[in-house]
Nanobody
Framework: QAQLVESGGGLVQAGGSLRLSCAAS????????MGWFRQAPGMQREFVAA???????EYANSVKGRFSISRDNAKNTVYLQMNSLKPEDTAVYYC?????????????????WGQGTQVTVSS
């Protein structure tokens, strides 16, 4: 079993920044890839970013150049730095732990999920 707890969401103006954190407990954190997804009202949950066990990363086209994912295995924590935020980034953001160690972009590739944290970007 693994538990994931997100934090760092909030209300920010367009152009601003936020850093989300996801603290993991349970099985060895460093052995698995981690990902961030988001879900806006009435929309499907979509991939945002993922990081492999050894630090390889992948991003959705909509956030490339603005968002950055990182992990601190000593702290069992994964981060999502979000810069140049846009109103269309408004969503609930979820942290997830993959079944394996490589980056993955499908929700089907993730075994454990956090409860989500709301990010709202005002125009």
């Amino acid at each position: 079993q693994a538990q994931l707890v997100e934090s760092g969401g909030g209300l920010v103006q367009a152009g601003g920044s936020l850093r989300l954190s996801c603290a993991a407990s349970g099985r060895p954190f460093s052995a698995y890839a981690m990902g961030w997804f988001r879900q806006a009202p009435g929309m499907q949950r979509e991939f945002v970013a993922a990081i492999s066990r050894n630090g390889d990363s992948e991003y959705a086209n909509s956030v490339k150049g603005r968002f950055s994912i990182s992990r601190d295995n000593a702290k069992n924590t994964v981060y999502l730095q979000m810069n140049s935020l846009k109103p269309e980034d408004t969503a609930v953001y979820y942290c997830a732990r993959a079944f394996g160690l490589r980056v993955a972009t499908s929700t089907d590739d993730y075994q454990y999920w956090g409860q989500g944290t709301q990010v709202t970007v005002s125009s």
